[in-house]
């Protein structure tokens, strides 16, 4: 022993205070402390004063305790001690205060101050084992007894044992480094030394600082994350009824003292002290303990020594890793070592004296070591141990320790035993069929699995988006722009459990890893089946089955259920309920598959399989998260867990999220077989790219798609391998009650409760009935959960279509009335989407604060500056976008975040980063982004303790540009939890002061400001709309690089598209602020600042919480509670600034040195000075001043040169500007050449040592990380992740560790040596150079995207000119013997090249010959021109045209022309269709043509060419306007899908999708003016998607091909129902009534013939009456509705009858009542209203061909029409087939224009001027379109027998009000004039319906007369009398006529519903029409 070791140690300590924290207070730390051996000297002395002697050295124990500050409990405490360990055998020596100094520690740590005291225990004589031992069993035995009678609060919290054991000593506590050493006094004594030391600073970032918490703990000290805890915690507590502890010799009662082994208060370090502890003192070495606990990446190690390989795979079978970014150091007191995690992401420097001294630390430079006295400079690698044997005095060399314990016994030889592969259970089991899926049909597709399907929620997304893609691509599907749907605790839809679940994931305080670039460290592979006691070494303990995926095939799945291989057996459970059970049926059937899990156990059985196949019409299967989470549970809480393994077959498991949450919670793998059958059936439907691929190779792909994601999801936690994952339970659930949580996720975070097992059986129970009800509705379900979908069972979305339009309105037009309507309608979206919209404002009665005054509250130019817009680089936005984006944020004063930096890989780092960035430039802000997650709180703590001076909580709804859907959907957590227990946290922890908060996640009103300033947000993020602002429609499409109003495009012609200004986003967020005024007048606040964290202010919103019943027990209570509460006096604001040392930087020194040279004054400088490692960012301070001075071009190479000698601190020269050149003899630790941006770095070992540089560390991790330009020379090695994402720079090194140049973009790298495994993993630009005498580098080498090449002559010379630099500049020895050697060395050289990079520079070569090329026919040219005088103009530019494929023309080569697009291709491509093609429709007939007869205008032709390319014009829009009913489709058309289909060439999917929505789609698809085509997207930016033709191409060829029969519903419910109205609405009404509802229907039609409006009211050119209209409505009649025509109720039929005879009446009795014109000689012979005049007309071509006369002719007369509309339109084209003299078409009002309006913006009907068929054949006869404009009439001109001959007009024009009322009408002077006319048709619209039925019914009206009833409802205020269509609404479309009658007949068959068995009794039916139900 040694006192230097000592006090080096705590010098080592203070040095790397940097890496630790401080709390609120400065002086009090996140824990400090240091572990070293016994020093017997020093406590014999010691304990001599005290009164008592020592045993000899080793014959004792040491106790160091935690004990209460209470004086009593203290002295229980004691007693425990004693009598605990009297009861052992030992004695109690004596006790001893240790002497403390508390007077420099802060008051939150004097607050928990513990008195701390020393026993000394002898050895007991009654056991044999070792006094280690012993003292473990005793120490284990005491918190079991002080627990139990103190209560495990108290002594949780007030006794702890720091360390207790013969070896060593703790001494720590809640202190900072340099308090450790003042506070223990025995620390400063001289006598107190040790042979060993372990020191350890905290910086608390998964729990919060304590005494207790500080370590080192009792054999280890860890820096880093156990990602895997829970599930680590899980397993261990499931074992423990498997230890015997044989070792021990302990019997029943002891052992069960020695649990549980971990300490649910401890950390995640405690907790892996505990295991760690318990293994070597059970009988394993360290080392063995560390290769279990944390092993090196083995599965893809290839060349890894066999035996080492059955090590690690043995111990796979006994516990999984314990998996996280980790550096352990460790000790027994005879050993100190330390281990890496897998992947390399801490650092670990270490250096050996020839003197023999060891120092292992994070950084280099920490202890004072002369030069020449390093033996070895080197570095913990990942995966390795570094240990040092004291009791033998020397290193142990990793290979040869490892391999030392790999063969130690034969693990390789018993796994090859024991081990049983999946293959081999295959291939034992005899072929088994599949089970048959319950309810398969023999129908082709995913039809033949309909009613499987629904009952497991699948839903057309969940198909088209998710499973499809996967199997296809063998990826997870992208996604884009967030998610914005409804939270599945909010959702009225029943959500899958999983949805509950929002995966956890690494933030910046610990590494995510790379799967794709780092796979090697990855594993899916996994052992299951029972396991073995851990305390013992058997060969038995690796007989477990091993699957290479979580994923079993249904094959494997079967051959696991029947296996008997060695003997195994397996349990299969039902994971159903019966039906008749009910909602109890769920939980009941939960707690029986516990009990049968435990019951298989017991029988013997190896594998459970909890299987849902028997659910059917009878069983309801239960969730499989729900029952596996409950089995997994129940399993682990009895100790049986470990001895099975736990299989699921579900139905309901089909994605990656799925799987996830599965293995999450305790599964061992999952057979998907309904997703499998899924794949199958959407093969056959033509789904699959390609259709050769078999069902194997497309599962297969399903497979790998489902695990690289799963990577992916694990990876993002920072989980290398799956056996790590599983049991995780890394996941927070968002709306789940705790009886859920307890019973099936004990251990998981639900902090706001939620939905119970009550409506989850709710929900289990609608999807079985919706399976097997026997509805006649085929098609899955599409609410839209990915993409926006209408209706009325669709997904609630932020972003709907009305809140898209109104607030690009209200942007636009600035307009304060657009935007009111947009933040009712967010504002409606909200409480049906997130949390917030379940929360209100209190009344100010409720908070004593009365309202002010508006004027009295801060301006919103004000409130802007606390705007700002995310993260959005230019390339995930478009130029234009971008730039109008920073133009807005710049007007307002806001702010204008930029793009996160990543790669952080510790808490340490990000404090670094900070530290680095903020001298970079002093006056910047450094934000933190977090991701709203439970626990949040505590790691901002951690951030701002790293001096964050803004940090961002940001919600998972934000828009991206492109992520995976698993991301997207199943990752993060509402901003308001996250920002409020951030709010919180910080200010119960006193450092909310010190950070402004900022928040984001689809703000869009003032309402969402004030309530994120409540919940404690300074500064509010907006991204997502101020893109909506600017154009974004939400296509969803941002990762395609096809977004159509070129925002999130890099598309040149696309960007052109784009039409948003700044002053669009200017004016919303200033109306945004505006709204923030009004919600701060209304809560009595003036400023926003009084505003922030002032949560009492809030409250739940009892009525949105009524309106839903899945939130009846919701509880948002861990949000409101205000934080002032909970440490009253701090602050709730920022009120300081950071403090960042800057005055402290060695670069003031350096800056003030180098003024000569940086003011111009002087050519250079030349500073010479000492750096260590506290001096870190050195030259980043200075680099500033110089770019400050020079830009970025800086100062010549070298004018700043700063010659430092020892040991730089991090990040030297990180941002280096061009004229500095930093040099250090010595080395230097992390991050050298961070961004160097121009700069040079040059370090080289000192001249003074006797070591070889190129096999030492020069340099440390992740040096050069993103530079972008200068040079950096390193003589020596460089450790892991050398070059991560240079893009520039060239250096060179004498080696690097693993992951070298990842990422990397651009510059040259030159290694002199060996390099690390995967190197060049996601290189995609520069060059590498690799000396590879051994040739071994291309196994080291990630050639997914490189090449490996000889070097070329150009080469040769770059690579030269830098090995002389590297020489030049550090005097290297290995590069000047290969320059003396340069031929031989040479080709030992191999370049790396990246493959696309390559083919960039090919490119840019022959490039640069042609280039060359013409410049050399210029010079002749010009030569040639010189000689003879003649010259050709052109010729250059025909040379040009013809390089580029042109013909030589000029023109069409140099002037951009467009050349036109094909509207026709049977081959048509989708993908950027609408780009790719014109628009075209199935044109009308020639007029020429049409006029001679009564056939439809509308051409036949159907040709697959045109109908292919006009489907893929369709964009699939993720927010498609086009279907949403009060701006597209009325009927809600899923217009998206039927084109999808129709472009794949499934009709008759295509036509059932259509049928879904509109029943009757050859009559929209013939009449409706298509507002659908108004508000497609497309529009935008060019002619809108064909909708219609397509629409009416699918229904045609439905009846064509004979798809459409008769399908009477194949059940009657023996309710009757009448229909009065036979038109649009009454028919849908009917055909619903009927074939969905299943009720008997009569239909009551005044005419001859039923179809109403579509029989009479439209002329046959444009729907044929026969074949059309006759056709539905005796397909109808087929079907078994009654259609009674000639039949006038009210009139000459009485109503009475009507109701007598039915249960319910809809009227559709249309809107017939023409407006009139009410002028002079209305009377006249020849004035006719249009009506009449079309159903004359119709009914006499019906009748005879209009050879009877009874018709309004128009032949020879002289027509006037007055009224524009398609009744206008009719009437011309009637009165031309007539043959009419002429026809003229007067119209009140002005003429439309062109094109839109301003004040007519899409997605509005296009009131634009339009041509429609009348018109056209009007111009044909007359030769001029027959409107005239503006013209009034005024009177008609009759002769003296009454007959018309003409009309007097006038013409007029609308004058604006000026005050936004409508425009008023003059009359034009002058301007009367007479029109000749003999037949006058007013089709100026209608009035509302006939009153007849009204006044029959009593029924109320409005004040138009139209029947009252509420749309939706379509009740009147008659009971059971219900109306729809035109008599309801008014005069409008033939589609809104259908939407209505569907409404009307669902609204129907809810009342009879409501109605049960009985049948409604119409009676008391008096003269006064009153009307009464009396139910019989």
Known sequence: PARDVVTDALRMLDRMAHRGACGCEENTGDGAGILCGIPHSFFERACAEEGFDLPAAGGFGIGMIYLPQDARLRGTCRKLVESCAESLGHTVLGWRAVPTDNSLIGPSAKDTEPEIEQVFISKSPLCEIELEEQLFILRRTLMTTVNEKLGEDTAAREFYICSLSSRTIVYKGQLTPAQVPTYFKDLQEENFSSHLALVHSRFSTNTFPSWDRAQPFRVLGHNGEINTLQGNKNWMHAREGLMKFAHLNLDEDAKAKLLPIIDESTSDSGAFDAVLEMLIRTGRSLPEAMMMLIPEAWQNAEGMDPELRGFYEYHSALMEPWDGPALVTFTDGLSIGATLDRNGLRPGRVIVTKSGRVVMASEVGVVDIDAEEVLYKGRLQPGNIFMVDLKEGRIMDNAEMKGSIASSRPFAEWVAAQKIELEDVVEHETHRPAPEIPGRTAEAGVDGIMDSLKLFGYTVEALDIMLGPMADSASDPLGSMGNDAALACMSKRPKAVQEYFKQRFAQVTNPPIDPIREKVVTSLACMLGPEGDLTEVTEEQCHRLSVPRPFLTIQEMEALKHTSLHGWSTCTIDMTFPAEEGEAGLEAGIARMCEAASASIAAGNQLIVLSDRAAGPDRVPIPSLLAAGAVHAHLVASSERTRTGLLVEAGDAAHVHHFCTLVGFGVDAICPYLAIEAIDRLKIEGKMGSVDRSHEELIQRYFKAAGDSMLKVMAKMGISTLASYKGAQIFEALGLAEDVMEVCFPGAVSRIQGVGFKRLAQDAIYLHSLAYTGSVKKNLPNPGDFHYRSGAEAEAHMNHPRVIAKQQEAARLNSQEAFDEYRELVEDMSAQCTLRGMLRFKSSEATGQAPVPLDEVEPATEIVKRFCTGAMSYGSISLEAHTSLARAMNKLGGLISPPPHHDIYSIEDLAQLIFDLKRTNPASTVSVKLVSEAGVGVIAAGVVKGKADLVLISGHDGGTGAAKWTGVKGTGLPWELGLAETHQTLVANDLRGRTTLQTDGQMKIGRDVAIAALLGAEEYGFATAPLIALGCIMMRKCHTNRCPVGIATQDPVLREKFAGEDEHVVNFLMMVAEDTRRCMAEMGFRTLHEMVGRAEFLEMDEEVIASNPKLEGIDLQALLTPAATLRPGAAQTKVQEQDHELAYALDNELILKAAPAISGGARGVYIETPVTNLDRAVGTMLSHEVTKAYGEEGLPEGTVHVKMTGSAGQSLGAWAASGVLLEVEGDANDYVGKGLSGGKVVVYPPKVSTFEARDNIVVGNVALYGATGGSAFFAGVAAERFGVRNSGAACVVEGVGDHGCEYMTGGTVVILGPTGRNFAAGMSGGEAYIYDPEQSFAGKCNMEGVELEALEQEDAVRLQELVEEHVSCTGSALAQEL??????????????????????????????????????????????????????????????????????????????????????????????????????????????????????????????????????????????????????????????????????????????????????????????????????????????????????????????????????????????????????????????????????????????????????????????????????????????????????????????????????????????????????????????????????????????????????????????????????????????????????????????????????????????????????????????????????????????????????????????????????????????????????????????????????????????????????????????????????????????????????????????????????????????????????
Not at 1416 to 1430: D, I, L, P, S, V
Not at 1634 to 1649: A, L
Not at 1754 to 1778: E, F
Not at 1955 to 1961: F, V, Y
Request: charged letters at 30%; proline letters at 5%.
């Open 1379 to 1976: 320059l003396a050697e340069w031929d031989q060395a040479l080709p030992r050289f191999v370049k790396v090249m990246p493959t696309e990079y390559k083919k960039v520079l090919l490119a840019q070569k022959e490039a640069e010959i042609i280039e060359q090329e013409e410049e050399r026919e210029a010079e002749e040219k010009e030569e040639f021109e010189q000689a003879t005088g003649e010259t050709d103009a052109f010729k250059r530019l025909k040379d040009l045209a013809a390089r580029s494929g042109g013909n030589g023309d000029v023109a069409s080569n140099i002037v951009p022309v467009l050349s036109k697009r094909l509207s026709r291709d049977a081959h048509s491509v989708k993908d950027n269709g609408f780009q790719k093609y014109e628009r075209e429709v199935v044109p009308y007939r020639a007029p020429s043509e049409r006029l001679k007869d009564w056939k439809e205008v509308q051409g036949v032709e159907r040709s697959e060419e045109l109908l292919s390319a006009q489907s893929a014009r369709c964009m699939d829009c993720g927010t498609p306007f086009c279907h949403t009913s009060d701006l597209g489709c009325p009927l809600g058309n899923i217009i998206p899908e039927f084109n999808e289909l129709v472009h794949q060439g499934q009709w008759k999917a295509a036509l059932d999708k259509l049928l879904e929505t509109n029943n009757f789609p050859e009559f929209t698809g013939r009449v409706c003016p298509a507002p659908c085509e108004g508000s497609c997207v497309l529009g935008i930016i060019e002619e809108p998607t064909a909708i219609k033709t397509i629409e009416m191409s699918i229904i045609d060829r439905g009846f064509a091909e004979g798809w459409i029969v008769p399908r009477p519903p194949p059940f009657r419910t023996q309710k009757r129902v009448a229909v009065i109205g036979s038109g649009p609405a009454g028919m849908a009404a009917a055909d619903q009534l009927n074939k969905v509802y299943g009720h008997n229907v009569t239909v009551y039609e005044r005419s001859d013939r039923a179809g109403g409006l579509m029989m009479y009211g439209v002329p046959n050119m444009k729907c044929d009456k026969e074949d059309v209209v006759q056709r539905r409505v005796d397909l109808m009649g087929e079907e078994g509705v009654k259609f009674k025509c000639n039949v006038d109720v009210g009139k000459g039929f009485p109503i009475e009858t009507v109701l007598q005879n039915n249960d319910a009446v809809v009227l559709a009795c249309g809107s017939t009542r023409p407006r009139d014109l009410a002028v002079e000689n209305r009377d006249a012979e020849g004035v006719h209203f249009a009506m009449d005049f079309l159903h004359a007309n119709t009914k006499s071509l019906l009748d005879s061909n209009l050879e009877d006369g009874q018709y309004i002719s128009a032949k020879d007369k002289k027509v006037v029409v007055i009224g524009g509309g398609d009744t206008g339109t009719d009437c011309i084209g009637t009165a031309l087939r007539h043959g009419c003299a002429s026809v003229t078409n007067l119209e009140l009002m002005p003429q439309a224009p062109q094109g839109r309006s301003e004040s007519n913006p899409w997605p509005q009907w296009p009131r634009v001027f339009r041509t429609d068929y009348g018109h056209a054949e009007a111009a044909e006869v007359q030769g001029s379109d027959p409107r005239t404009y503006e013209v009034m009439t005024k009177r008609f001109l009759k002769d003296a027998e009454g007959k018309l001959t003409g009309v007097e007009t006038v013409e007029v024009r609308w004058v604006p009000s000026g005050n936004g009322d409508r425009p008023t009408m003059e009359e034009v002077e002058g301007s009367a004039k007479v029109i000749e006319a003999d037949l006058v048709l007013l089709a100026m619209g209608f009035l509302g319906p006939e009153a007849a039925v009204a006044d029959a019914l009593g029924l109320e009206v409005d004040p138009r007369s139209n029947f009252k009833a509420e749309y939706g409802d379509f009740a009147t205020s008659v009971p059971g009398v219900f109306a729809a269509g035109d008599c309801r609404r008014g005069q409008s479309l033939v589609v809104w006529a259908i939407a209505e009658g569907r409404g009307a007949a669902a609204r129907v068959d809810d009342y009879l519903s409501r109605q049960g068995d009985n049948q409604n009794d119409f009676r008391n039916v008096g003269s006064d029409s009153d009307v009464q139900f009396v139910a019989k």
